[in-house]
Structure formats: structure tokens, C-alpha cells
């Protein structure tokens, strides 16, 4: 009988395959993403869409070169929903699994996958180190410069937009909200002595 993991059982796994800080803090950037997402466009399921996002990368750290399909290997055995499967993979369509983005949440997945990354790459550049006080025109200028965070596929990002029907600023706003609503979890919070009253 397959079953969808509560939050605590899904972090206890994530933490088994990821010992990666980055990593860690990368897929609770994704969860808080996702979650902004459903609860923006008023999905019923926002538990679901944090867990997609939180498991998204399950096997990225250990098994980089079965991206995306020994995850679905990794939550099979435990018996995990196949929605859930289906839906954490989905995320590597186009560059390690021929899953399509389907769900309005796998799409949004697909999206913001990479563009959580470059967010937090524009924040470490800032003397605040924080989303908090960022602008989406600050993402966007370093959005258009291809030798910054340079791993990070302005392609995968412009076609999730596309998927979405969204506009990239939308994606780039909305992404940048979401992040904000776990910055401390990521340590992307105001730096110490810079709160703001």
C-alpha cells in the first residue's frame, strides 16, 4: 500500500541522502517555494507540494548521474505514493528523464528549480547576504548575465515560464517571495545588527 510521507518522514530521508548543508538548505528553499506556490494560486494540497519540493533532489548528492531516477528507485521501496514519485522527477525532464511536466505543481517545480539557486547565489553577493531586502530587478540583472552562477540553466527556466504561461518576472517575483518566507531556515535572514525595525 503506498503512502505519502508526513514532513518529519520525508526530512528524515533527505537528511539519510543528503549530508550536504548546501544541499539541505537548497531543498528547504524549494519546499518553502513550493508551499508559497500552492497556497498563491490556491491549491488544496500545499503539504504535498512542500514534500515534492523537499525530496526533489533526493538522490542528487549520492547518485548525481541517476538524477531523477534513482529517486524514484529510492521511494519506491519505501512504498512512497506514486504521485510523489512521478512528481519529484519530473523536475529532470528535458536532461536526465523524458517525465514531462504535467500537474500545474510540476511545472512550477520545473520552474523554480533553478531559479532558487540563482536567487541565492544574487543574495550571497549582497551586503546584507538576505532575500529579505532584495528586488526582483536585482535577480534580473544578474538573471541576463550568463557568467554568473553560471550552472544555473537560464533555458530550463525561460521553458518552465513558458510551461506556466507566465511571465518571467512573475516567476522571478513570486520565486523571490517564497524564498523570503523561509530566508532564516536558509540562512538567507537579515545578517545580525541589520535587522530592520
Same mark, same amino acid.
Given at each position: ?12 530521508? &533527505? ?21 508559497? %506556490? ?12 512542500? !514534500?515534492?519540493?523537499?525530496l526533489h533532489d533526493l538522490d542528487f548528492e549520492k547518485y548525481p ?19 510523489l514519485i512521478r512528481a519529484t522527477a519530473s523536475h529532470g525532464y ?15 517545480? %520545473?520552474? !523554480?528549480?533553478?531559479?532558487?539557486? &540563482? !536567487?541565492?547565489?544574487?543574495? &550571497? ?42 511571465? &518571467?518576472?512573475?516567476? !522571478? ?25
Amino acid at each position: 500500500m503506498s503512502h505519502m510521507p508526513t514532513r518529519e518522514e520525508a526530512w528524515a530521508l &533527505l537528511s539519510e541522502f543528503n549530508q550536504d548543508a548546501y544541499l539541505q538548505k537548497h531543498a528547504l528553499a524549494v519546499e518553502g517555494v513550493m508551499r508559497y %506556490f500552492a497556497k498563491h494560486l490556491s491549491e488544496p494540497e500545499e503539504d504535498f507540494w512542500g !514534500i515534492v519540493g523537499l525530496l526533489h533532489d533526493l538522490d542528487f548528492e549520492k547518485y548525481p548521474e541517476e538524477h531523477c531516477v534513482k529517486s524514484q528507485e529510492i521511494m519506491r521501496a519505501r512504498g512512497f505514493d506514486e504521485r510523489l514519485i512521478r512528481a519529484t522527477a519530473s523536475h529532470g525532464y528535458g536532461q536526465c528523464v523524458d517525465i514531462e511536466p504535467e500537474h500545474t505543481m510540476e511545472k512550477v517545480l %520545473f520552474t !523554480i528549480d533553478e531559479l532558487t539557486g &540563482l !536567487i541565492h547565489a544574487t543574495a &550571497l553577493m549582497r551586503p546584507s547576504k538576505s532575500v529579505l531586502d532584495m528586488e526582483v530587478k536585482s535577480v534580473k540583472k544578474k538573471y541576463k548575465t550568463p557568467s554568473f552562477a553560471a550552472g544555473v540553466s537560464r533555458e530550463v527556466i525561460d521553458q518552465g515560464a513558458v510551461m506556466m504561461g507566465w511571465s &518571467l518576472d512573475d516567476v !522571478i517575483k513570486h520565486t523571490l517571495e517564497g524564498m523570503k518566507t523561509v530566508a532564516e531556515d536558509i540562512g538567507l535572514g537579515m545578517a545580525q545588527g541589520e535587522q530592520k525595525l
